[in-house]
């Protein structure tokens, strides 16, 4: 499985981004599709992350109740809404993705987990 995210860019805090990433190759309902990020001189962090038979989601606390994970079945994508954003959510996003082996996995913020990538799309929210 290869990933492809986009949709990263500039915008003030308070404003609105959504992220894609697009998967080629086959997900099958047994995938767990997350997205990290990672601010410049830290540490990939723990964004969101969804099971793809279900839809069960998994946020981190400091993005819970302002991003929204969602995916399209059918087009083998999954998305990031980004809601109120802040001058701290600038980042490089990346989605990530983990074949569980099973329908019911729990989601997971442990980014060794996760054994595709794609590359990084950058978010930077002005003050």
């Known amino acids: 499985v290869q990933l492809q995210a986009s949709g990263g860019g500039l915008v003030q805090a308070g404003g609105s981004l959504s992220l894609s990433c697009a998967a080629s190759?086959?997900?099958?309902?047994?995938?767990?599709m997350a997205w990290f990020r990672q601010a410049p001189g830290k540490e990939r962090d723990f964004v969101a992350a969804?099971?793809?038979?279900?839809?069960?989601?998994y946020y981190a606390d400091s993005v819970k109740g302002r991003f929204t994970i969602s995916r399209d079945n059918a087009n083998n994508a999954v998305y990031l809404q980004m809601n109120g954003l802040k001058p701290e959510d600038t980042a490089l996003y990346y989605c990530?993705?983990?074949?569980?082996?099973?329908?019911?996995?729990?989601?997971?913020?442990?980014?060794?987990?996760?054994?595709?990538w794609g590359q990084g799309t950058l978010v930077t929210v002005s003050s």
């Open positions: 969804i099971r793809w038979s279900d839809g069960t989601t």
């Open positions: 990530a993705g983990r074949w569980t082996g099973s329908l019911r996995a729990t989601l997971t913020k442990e980014a060794n987990a996760y054994r595709y």
């Open positions: 190759g086959r997900v099958d309902s047994k995938y767990h």
